[in-house]
């Protein structure tokens, strides 16, 4: 049976693709890493490890392998990214078929103070993953990569074949770095990749330092919420369920380029929302009206993202369905039950 590698398990859609890729590919064994860093709460963190079967109490000790009770195909290991050694060590061990980097540095204003952790990360660590992968060979790598990437683009929806050279961030330049790095990979060693531009995921089990689940954190608590460019962005908010089937979905159809087996897809709704409209959606779900202040754009925001989705629906069954009132909603239902509201 297949052997997948899944950075980033207990990140966002890390753990969702984890409990997809259980549900799609019954008897795989899936190997899970990651730093378990404090760049967001880690108690959710290790929450969603609990969720997927794993006895966690403390602090998860280094390097340590530990298997879930719930399924004994998928293991854990805390590590991060730039410890090659033990990255070395999984990919011999386990002899990967599919490796799947979602861990990474995320966050744009983070970004603005702290550069050097998306250095560290999203760089030095991508260039483990793709060492090891050209040293212990993989069928597929897919990787994460971000909408940020066409940054001050303003032709739309954007396009896989659109120029991204006018980064708006230092995170957006790292996933374009990325990119990069996995296609020169891919001409000199023949490593088949697929890097995968998410668009404003959002769901159950999120991430705290996104605008949706602060939102609804400070309308629960009746604190007013930042509205950013007066409320007039709109965003191509993407359900994360709609996100790991698509991933799932490609996980054996790796680029049919056979010279240079390197390509990226848009991961996005297809359907832009104004953040006013976004807020609603939310307000609507608790109940409850926002204490809204408003601000001009954020340094490193972009005012409209849009995702064309055409080539993923080409290549798979991908086909974003969830909307935003459904979407919001299961949220709103998970951030009530799991606060205990």
């Not at 795989?28 to 079967?53: A, F, H, M, P, Q």
């Not at 790598?141 to 050279?165: H, M, Q, R, T």
Request: charged share 25%.
């Amino acid at each position: 049976m297949k052997t997948i590698l899944l950075t980033g398990m207990a990140g966002f859609v890390g753990f969702h693709m984890t409990n997809r890729l259980l549900h799609d590919y019954p008897g795989i064994t899936i190997v899970g890493l990651d730093n378990v860093n404090d760049y967001y709460d880690v108690s959710l963190k290790c929450d969603r490890l609990r969720e997927l079967g794993f006895e966690i109490s403390g602090d998860i000790s280094e390097q340590e392998i530990i298997k879930s009770k719930k399924n004994n195909n998928l293991h854990f290991v805390k590590a991060d990214l730039k410890d090659k050694p033990c990255l070395t060590m999984l990919f011999k061990k386990y002899c990967f078929h599919t490796v799947i980097n979602l861990a990474a540095q995320a966050g744009v204003r983070y970004s603005l103070v702290h550069p050097e952790k998306y250095i560290e990360s999203n760089i030095d660590g991508f260039l483990n993953i793709l060492e090891c992968c050209r040293a212990h060979p993989v069928g597929h790598l897919l990787y994460a990569s971000s909408s940020s990437v066409y940054g001050l683009n303003d032709k739309i929806p954007f396009s896989e074949d659109d120029k991204a050279d006018k980064p708006a961030s230092l995170y957006a330049c790292t996933k374009k770095m990325n990119e990069s790095m996995a296609f020169t990979y891919a001409h000199l060693f023949g490593i088949k990749s697929s890097g995968l531009r998410f668009f404003t995921v959002y769901g159950e089990w999120g991430r705290p330092d996104m605008a949706y689940f602060s939102f609804t954190r400070d309308i629960l608590d009746e604190k007013p919420i930042c509205v950013y460019n007066y409320g007039k962005m709109s965003r191509d908010f993407t359900y994360v369920g709609d996100v790991v089937a698509g991933i799932s979905d490609l996980l054996d159809k790796p680029p049919d380029n056979l010279e240079i087996p390197s390509t990226v897809y848009n991961i996005g709704n297809n359907n832009p929302v104004l953040l006013e409209d976004f807020i609603s959606a939310i307000e609507t779900a608790l109940g409850k009206d926002a204490i809204k202040e408003y601000h001009p754009m954020s340094p490193g925001d972009v005012p409209q993202t849009y995702a064309d989705v055409d080539k993923l629906m080409k290549k798979t069954l991908f086909k974003p369905s969830t909307k935003i009132d459904e979407g919001i909603g299961k949220f709103v239902e998970w951030y009530k039950q799991y606060y205990k509201i």
